[in-house]
C-alpha cells in the first residue's frame, strides 16, 4: 500500500516587504462572522489534552500585571526565537524603546547578541546608569550572561512555534535567502525529505551551526548534552524556564499573545500595533509523507516537549483574563486592519483610532509605518546612531 503523502504548498512573504494586505471589507466581513461567543467556545478547544506529564502540572498564572507593576513595564528580555514571527515582537519592542529613549543591549559587531550559550559578547555601554532596560536581538539563553545586562527587576518573554512549522520555514529561508551552506549541498528535489531522513549526511556536526535541528529548544538554552541523560533532564529544565519565563507567547496566535503581554506589561493598545515582520516570497512546493513526520518528531522530540509545555501554559493565562480578553483581541484585530490600510494608502494625513473600552483615541502617523515596516537590520543600525547621539548629550551634561 503506498504511503498517504502530504502535499503542503508553503507561501513565503518578502523579507523586507510588508505584508499583504487584506481588504478591510473582507475582513469586516469575517470579523461579523463570528460572535464572540463562538470565539470563546473556539479559544475553549485549544488547550489540548496531552500525554506529558510535565505539561500537565501547568499551573495557571493568574495575575492581571506583574508583581509590584505600578506603571507600564519598561525592563525587559525578550528571547527572539529564529522563524516564529519573533522580528514582528522585536520591532514592537524597538518602537516602544526607541520613543522613550530606552537603552538597548546593542552588540557592538554585529544584531546577534550571542550565537551560544556561553558566549559573552561585548555591548555598547548603558545610558543613565550600569544596566540597560532592554535586551531583544537573537540570543542563546542563558541567564547568568543576560541578566548580567540588564536591571534586576526585568521580566522575560519568549515566542515558540510549531516546530514542524518551524523547520519547514526555517529551512527553506535559510536555504533560498541566506544560502546555507548545508542546506544548498541538499538536492532540491525532495529537499526536506532528504534533509529529514538524511540527518548524518546533511546537518552539521555542531548543534549551533543548524537551523533545523531542535532549534527553538537549542534557542532557549537547552544542553543538549542532557539528552543522552534522559528525559528527565528535559522535564528539569522547562521547570527552570517556567520559573525565567513570566510569558512566552504563541507565534501561532500573535494577536492573543500582544493583547495578553499588552494586560501584563500595562502598556496601551497603540504600543502594539504592527507590520509582520521578516517574511519570505517564495512559492515552494514540497511532499512531506506522513512517516516524514513521523521521523521528524522523533528526532525532534525535544522542541514537539517544549511546544507542548509553554502551549498549555499560555491558555492557562489567557484562561485567567477570559472571556473579556476574547473580546479584546476582536477589538484588537479590528484596529489592526485599520492600521495595515492607512499604512498601504501611505497618506500623509493620521489615521485617527477611536477611543473604545480599550484603547484611548490615538493616531498613526506615516512615521509609524515607517518605522513598523523599518527592517530589522535598519533599525538596529537606527538604534545605534540613536545611542551615539544620546551618550554625547550625557557626556556634555556631565
Same mark, same amino acid.
Given at each position: ?118 558566549? @559573552?559578547? =561585548?555591548? *555598547?555601554?548603558? %545610558? +543613565?546608569? /550600569? ?8 540570543? #542563546? ?92 533532564? @528535559?522535564? =528539569?529544565? *522547562?521547570?527552570? %524556564? +517556567?520559573? /525565567? ?8 496566535? #500573535? ?144
Amino acid at each position: 500500500m503506498p504511503i498517504l503523502q502530504k502535499f503542503i504548498r508553503f507561501t513565503f512573504k518578502s523579507v523586507t516587504g510588508l505584508s499583504v494586505f487584506i481588504s478591510v471589507g473582507l475582513m469586516l466581513r469575517l470579523i461579523n462572522l463570528t460572535s464572540l461567543g463562538k470565539e470563546t467556545e473556539f479559544y475553549s478547544k485549544l488547550s489540548v489534552p496531552t500525554n506529558n506529564r510535565l505539561s500537565r502540572d501547568v499551573k495557571p498564572v493568574c495575575t492581571t500585571a506583574f508583581v509590584n507593576s505600578i506603571e507600564e513595564t519598561q525592563h525587559i528580555a525578550f528571547l527572539k526565537v529564529h522563524k516564529a514571527a519573533s522580528s514582528t515582537t522585536q520591532n514592537i519592542l524597538y518602537r516602544f524603546g526607541f520613543a522613550r529613549n530606552l537603552s538597548f543591549v546593542l552588540p557592538m559587531l554585529d544584531n546577534y547578541f550571542s550565537k551560544q550559550s556561553k558566549y @559573552v559578547p =561585548k555591548v *555598547l555601554k548603558p %545610558l +543613565n546608569g /550600569k544596566k540597560h532596560d532592554i535586551l531583544c536581538n537573537h540570543a #542563546v539563553f542563558n541567564y547568568t550572561v543576560i541578566s548580567s545586562y540588564l536591571k534586576e527587576d526585568s521580566v522575560y518573554i519568549g515566542i515558540i512555534r510549531d516546530p514542524l512549522s518551524i523547520f519547514i520555514s526555517a529551512a527553506n529561508y535559510y536555504r533560498y535567502v541566506w544560502n546555507d551552506k548545508y542546506l544548498k549541498k541538499i538536492p532540491e528535489k525532495e529537499f526536506l525529505h532528504q534533509l529529514i531522513n538524511n540527518p548524518r549526511k546533511y546537518e552539521p556536526k555542531h548543534t549551533f551551526l543548524s537551523q533545523t535541528y531542535n532549534r527553538m529548544a537549542f534557542d532557549f538554552g537547552f544542553d543538549f548534552q542532557a539528552r543522552k541523560r534522559g528525559k528527565e533532564d @528535559v522535564d =528539569k529544565y *522547562l521547570q527552570y %524556564l +517556567n520559573e /525565567k519565563f513570566s510569558l512566552v507567547m504563541l507565534a501561532e496566535y #500573535v494577536d492573543e499573545s500582544l493583547v495578553l503581554m499588552k494586560r501584563l506589561f500595562k502598556w496601551k493598545l497603540r504600543d502594539i500595533i504592527y507590520l509582520s515582520k521578516n517574511e519570505f516570497t517564495k512559492n515552494v512546493t514540497t511532499t512531506i509523507s506522513s512517516e516524514d513526520i513521523n521521523v521528524f518528531k522523533k528526532r525532534n522530540f525535544i522542541d514537539y516537549i517544549f511546544y507542548d509545555f509553554f502551549h498549555k501554559r499560555f491558555w492557562n493565562q489567557i484562561t485567567c483574563h477570559s472571556p473579556a480578553i476574547f473580546e479584546e483581541v476582536r477589538h484588537f484585530k479590528s484596529i489592526q486592519k485599520i492600521v495595515k490600510s492607512c499604512c498601504k494608502m501611505a497618506s500623509k494625513q493620521p489615521c485617527a483610532i477611536s477611543e473604545s473600552v480599550w484603547n484611548e483615541k490615538f493616531y498613526v502617523a506615516d512615521e509609524d509605518c515607517r518605522l513598523m515596516s523599518m527592517p530589522e537590520l535598519d533599525f538596529f543600525k537606527l538604534l545605534k546612531k540613536r545611542h551615539k547621539i544620546l551618550m554625547n548629550k550625557l557626556s556634555v551634561k556631565s
